[in-house]
């Protein structure tokens, strides 16, 4: 009826081509039916339900994620805290490492512990719009005080608006200082109750197991504090914590229950798989029935591991489940091919027009904590009342894998200055679609941000990366001077584009090529996997190992 219909009109169709949704809308309406239009993202509509009425709401245990600066003792204390748990008795010790546990206290209070220490984890989940964390405890080694990773975790807790308690590790120590923490923690916001201030501060050590009680007092005090509340009477959702496939076992993933309770036998989609919970098995090893908020759990029967972060419910069926798996991995094909939809200047530009956002997120990397320091006080004055730059993170070191997750989660771009990216770090940028600028004059990072913020980007000089070289030799010639034997490792060496010299990560050098010479001859180019000899323009201090990073530089018109 319809092809006949179509060719009254004059338009030839055949049964299995695609009408476009207008046509398809004019035919259903002028067959008698009523037409809803409908998008194919629909099919995520009631995957995680709206807010449950306050009335249902059950008070539940808080989540807590250690962070910390390296060997301060995160792990010590997760270790120590586990064993202040007393349900050991009746329900076994905590014997596995499922990526998070729950204790039990003297008082009958519960805490869920996040057991996998690291920035990262914390900021992967964040950047995938799980917020499992409640509380952060921020461990500080009263021998060592506040340190990069100290001031790294700060920021990803401030980030997450995740209230602080500092737990000043290592109080057995000769050393320990407890006084030169708290005031260093001063300098980063952090002003605990002894200074006037809301965060609770606690001296422990992990090693003698002291101060765990008034630790988790601290705890239970800043949750009540927090009226943590759930609904454990519906279908559950939750986050996933770990994941990985287990010979023998399939795909185990530890979940998180947020709401809701999680029984064996219920369809579970997590991110893009699903699948039927086989079994659910906890931290001291027991096969659980049912699971409620804030606990967490290993579940078996899903269909392949699912990443951390991401977000499981439960669905009604099985068709739903498909229906739901299906779509998010045709979602996931497309994105991974646009790569995009992350934090670039332009989209970011883009989200504080539509928005009510002021506020210019950047993580800005330098070589030294001053220039750091200089950059971000220098952007943090350009704003005016409407909108302004902020610094979320600004560090002196390479750009890392925890800076990536980090400004992906803020949906900052990554400012380097006169330091790089390391490999991880650049691809994880690439996947999550998180930008990195490089710069070398603080004047182009400030005129950029004032560009930005003007929301009149001037047309650009853009630089595009085209190549590394390692040098790995270097020759004295007379007359010519110091020339670099190297390999082109990545992309290709142009004669005529700019060099720099890169010593650790840091740029030492910046300018031009005098030579590129393939054997005997001056080449325009040599591409990766080759060998060729070059030399600096007025440049001479090379050294074996060093990296040559060859670039062009464009000029690209201001987009409106
Ligand atoms: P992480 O890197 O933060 O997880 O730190 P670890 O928990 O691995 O601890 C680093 C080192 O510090 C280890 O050698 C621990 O034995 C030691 N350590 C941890 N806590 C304490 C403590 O309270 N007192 C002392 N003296 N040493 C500790």
Redesign the pocket.
Known sequence: DVVKYLMKQGQMVRVNDVLDSDTAELIIEDFGHIAKRVSESDVEEGFIDDDDAEGSKKPRAPVVTVM?H???????LLDALRATDVAAGEAGGITQHIGAYQVKLKSGDKITFLDT?GHAAFSSMRSRGAQATDIVIL?VAADDGVMPQTIEAIKHAQAAQAPIIVAI??M??EGANPQKVLTDLLQHEVVVESMGGEVQAIEV????KTGLAELTDAITLQAELLELKANPDRPADGVVVESQVEQGRGSVATVLVKRGTLKRGDIVVAGAQWGRVRALIDERNQQLKAIGPSQPAEILGLDGAPEPGELFAVVDNEARARELVDYRQRQKKQTSAAAGGGASLEQMLARLKQSDTKEMPLVVKADVQGSAEAIAQSLEKIGNEEVNARVIHGAAGGVNESDILLAKASGAPVFAFNVRANKQARELAEQEGVEIRYYSVIYDVIDDVKGTLEGMLAPEKRETFIGYAEVLEVFNISKVGKVAGCNVTEGVVKRGSGVRLLRDDTVIHEGKLKTLKRFKDEVPEVRSGMECGMAFENYEDIQKGDLIECFEVEEIERKL
């Open positions: 910390g390296v060997d301060h003792g995160k792990t010590s220490p461990v590790n290592k057995d120590r050590s992990a090693l003698k």
